[in-house]
Structures are given as C-alpha cells and as structure tokens.
C-alpha cells in the first residue's frame, strides 16, 4: 500500500496548492515516515497497522497540508535519536529518515501515543 499512499499524498498535496517541488518533497517526507512505521514502529509485524491521514489546512496563517502517521508499535524516546551528521554517524546506514523529514517540512514533530505506538505530524504549507 506504500505506492497507493504516495499517490494519494501527491493527488491532495496538488488540491492544496502545493507547487510540484513541495508535492515531491511532501511525497519523500511521506513515503519515509511510512516505511519507519512499519519497520521500526511496528517491527515489520503483519497483524500491525499504520494509519495516515491527511488534513488540509486553512487559509491562516498560511494554507497548506498537515499529515499524520501512526504505527502500533511499543513507541520510543525521540530526544534519543543520534544525529545523523555527527561525524560517528557519517558512515551509518541508517538514521537520516527523520532528519530528511524534518528538512523537508514546515513542521514535524513526534509524540509518544498514550495507547501505544508513535505519532508523526507533519505540515507543508504552501509558499508566500
């Protein structure tokens, strides 16, 4: 469903207004956040789900695209995320995910969810 959801990312990212550069970058931000759940959040597991929703935003204080995705997954500790630009970090395979997706969007933030798992949200809006 990974390609089903990118699509649909860039069909409402267009309805919002969003210039093709921002519907790309929103795509990519999506797309990662995604695959982070079912990986890391939901360790891959069949019976766990990933949910995504999108929200279009109103026109203050700049209209724009508010997405969320959630997994079902034990959750974790975001202010323990290593920098990815830290020169021990450099070579790794693995850690930029949420660094690109926080470079690619107006906004990003991560929460713990009281029932269990993580929460992204993210904000595009579009440009002045």
Do not use: Y
Not at 46 to 61: G, I, N, Q, S, Y
Not at 74 to 88: A, N, R, W
Not at 101 to 116: A, H, Q, T, V
């Amino acid at each position: 469903m990974l390609d089903f959801v990118q699509v649909v990312s860039d069909h409402l990212g267009r309805l919002a207004g969003l210039v093709d550069d921002s519907v790309h970058w929103v795509s990519v931000a999506v797309r990662e956040s995604v695959i982070n759940a079912i990986k890391h959040g939901n360790c891959n597991d069949e019976d766990k789900r990933v949910f995504v929703e999108f929200t279009p935003l109103a026109a203050e204080p700049t209209p724009g695209l508010a997405i969320c995705v959630r997994d079902e997954g034990c959750g974790f500790d975001p202010t323990g995320i290593p920098d990815p630009l830290s020169p021990e970090n450099m070579l790794k395979p693995t850690g930029r995910g949420i660094f690109l997706i926080r470079s690619f969007m107006d906004e990003m933030e991560l929460r713990k969810r009281p029932g269990g798992g993580m929460e992204m949200m993210m904000v595009k809006r579009l440009a002045k």
